[in-house]
């Protein structure tokens, strides 16, 4: 064994937070010596014993011998069975749909410069301190990313630019130091005066727009962070003469760094392991999709009889999505509250829906369902992320469809080396009130293309203050988008769009109502989706 084949063992485990005594060490430098593994392929060997050994509940910091032999058999058990899944991809053993509850939550560390992992069980009141730590971490995971971007990373090298560039400053330095020009970085809120102003966790300055011609492009509210520069004056505000979403980093830079890290609590992949599946999803599962419909009214029955149409083409043309995504509202009005009538009725779409998805038993044995609450839904909470429908509503989806998720708002879907977000709500509208900010004259497309920008760019699903949308504090991560997504499913009641931002696929599915049903497909293998239009003849009739 040469040194430079045990410095990769040793950098690997390091990796994931463990350190290696002489014993270990031995037996696994002996483990790649026995099944002659060559040099090129050391680091992914090794990486595979190392994730399977931090799945263990007894795995400790300093690596356990005895538990390194336990991966080992076990490896040794399955190898047969490990090798015909290389053979063949199994979507269904890759396939995870992820609740926001069941996310663990890892805290930006400013002393460590990375991700710690949050000790304990979260709860759903949360108190002051993690109110305060979910903004903490939403301006400190951005600021991490603005400081690593090139724009804001000056070279070493010495040059007439490197004088002219203003360094990220913040609103405690600006102090007796009126005249001078500032970079800052924060939140844009409100003084209890009604003034505009920007606030870090170092204090608050207000802002003067008087000199700004118009702002950068994206939707500017209040809650969202900004980058804002301009001339600090005698009065202590700030001349603003430029401002601007902070940039946005790609999912492989984030990955490249923190690919360690199991954000949503099913394992951590390295980078090798996405590359090589992304691959193979390519070639062999070219024609999966996922369906994404949005708005399904199940108080209206030509709702049901565009699902039937549905399934019937699905099933002329032998194509059965690998997943249907069914997104609320569930019902056309609000269910008043205490109206036991409603609720029946409400109950009762649930059940006909039930039995029309198990009328089609090839499609009920082989598609996953999610369902995904809207804001008229009943759930046991408003605020974000809200949890899933009642489960006495869906106990007949439970109970005949054997691969349903009733999941919560939003949700993910973990699919190999992808990760798709899914969140039902009315943004567009939501945003668009609340805009302290945005250039003038701005057409539909434009504002379509805005808020995609502006929700990669704030890292997070809904970037307002907590007094416009409450959110659960200790699960406010349940809304962080970083790293980015591979997709993120905006489902809103309005226009329906699509576009790729950053690496990053975001669409909006249109509503699964009217007579010309709107709905997506998503295709795994090409990162991109697909408008799609069930048109239906009223000489059908209604079912």
């Not at 790649?32 to 050994?53: C, P």
């Not at 460590?112 to 108190?127: H, M, N």
């Not at 630019?161 to 939140?187: C, I, P, V, W």
Request: proline fraction near 5%; charged fraction near 25%; glycine fraction near 6%.
């Amino acid at each position: 064994m040469t040194a430079d084949r045990r410095q990769v063992i040793i950098k690997v485990f390091r990796k994931y937070g463990h350190s290696l005594g002489p014993e270990s060490l031995e037996f696994l430098e002996d483990l790649l010596d026995r099944h002659e593994i060559a040099d090129e392929d050391v680091e992914f060997s090794v990486e595979w014993i190392a994730k399977e050994y931090n799945k263990q509940d007894d795995a400790q910091m300093k690596v356990s011998l005895d538990v390194l032999h336990r991966v080992y058999e076990t490896f040794q058990n399955g190898e047969g069975e490990g090798a015909q899944e290389h053979a063949t991809l199994d979507p269904d053993n890759h396939l995870f749909v992820i609740d926001s509850f069941d996310m663990p939550l890892w805290n930006w560390s400013t002393e460590r410069s990375t991700f710690e992992r949050a000790p304990g069980p979260l709860t759903s009141s949360g108190s002051a301190e993690s109110r305060t730590m979910a903004m903490r971490n939403r301006l400190n995971v951005i600021r991490q990313c603005v400081l690593r971007n090139d724009h804001f990373s000056p070279s070493t090298l010495p040059s007439k630019d490197r004088e002219n560039l203003l360094t990220l400053r913040s609103t405690k330095q600006l102090l007796g130091r009126a005249g001078e020009r500032f970079l800052l970085f924060g939140m844009l809120t409100h003084s209890k005066e009604g003034k505009l102003c920007l606030e870090d966790q170092d204090g608050m300055v207000e802002l003067d727009f008087s000199q700004l011609d118009q702002p950068s492009e994206g939707l500017f509210t209040e809650g969202c962070l900004a980058l804002v520069e301009g001339d600090y004056t005698e009065d202590a505000t700030l001349l603003v003469i430029a401002i601007g979403h902070p940039p946005c980093e790609s999912r492989e830079a984030a990955r490249s760094i923190f690919g360690h890290i199991d954000f949503l609590g099913k394992g951590a992949t390295t980078l090798l392991e996405d590359k090589q599946f992304a691959q193979r999803v390519q070639i062999e599962l070219a024609d999966l999709r996922f369906f994404v419909l949005s708005d399904v009214w199940l108080d209206r029955p030509e709702t049901l009889h565009g699902l039937r149409k549905l399934f019937d083409n699905c099933m002329e043309n032998s194509f059965i999505p690998k997943v249907i995504v069914l997104c609320g509202n569930f019902t056309s009005v609000g269910i008043p509250q205490g109206n036991g009538r409603e609720v029946r009725r409400y109950q009762e779409n649930f059940e006909a829906l039930a039995d029309l998805i198990a009328s089609y038993p090839l499609i009920t044995r082989t598609t996953h369902f999610v369902l995904v609450p809207g804001p008229l839904d009943v759930s046991l909470n408003a605020v974000l992320p809200r949890r899933p429908l009642l489960s006495s509503f869906v106990n007949r989806l439970k109970s005949r469809i054997p691969n349903i998720h009733s999941a919560t708002n939003p949700c993910r879907i973990k699919f190999f080396e992808q990760e798709v977000v899914i969140f039902r709500e009315d943004l567009m509208s939501r945003m668009l009130r609340n805009l302290v900010g945005v250039k003038p004259d701005v057409k539909n497309d434009d504002l379509k293309r805005y808020l995609v920008q502006t929700i990669l760019d704030q890292s997070h699903l809904m970037p307002v203050t907590a007094s416009i949308q409450p959110t659960l504090s200790e699960y406010d991560h349940a809304l962080r988008l970083y790293p980015l997504p591979t997709a993120v499913v905006l489902a809103d009641r309005y226009d329906k769009y699509q576009m790729t931002y950053e690496g990053c696929h975001v669409f909006n599915p249109g509503r699964f109502v009217g007579n010309s049903f709107t709905f997506s497909a998503y295709a795994p293998a090409r990162r991109e989706s697909e408008e799609c239009v069930l048109d239906l003849d009223l000489d059908d009739g209604w079912s």
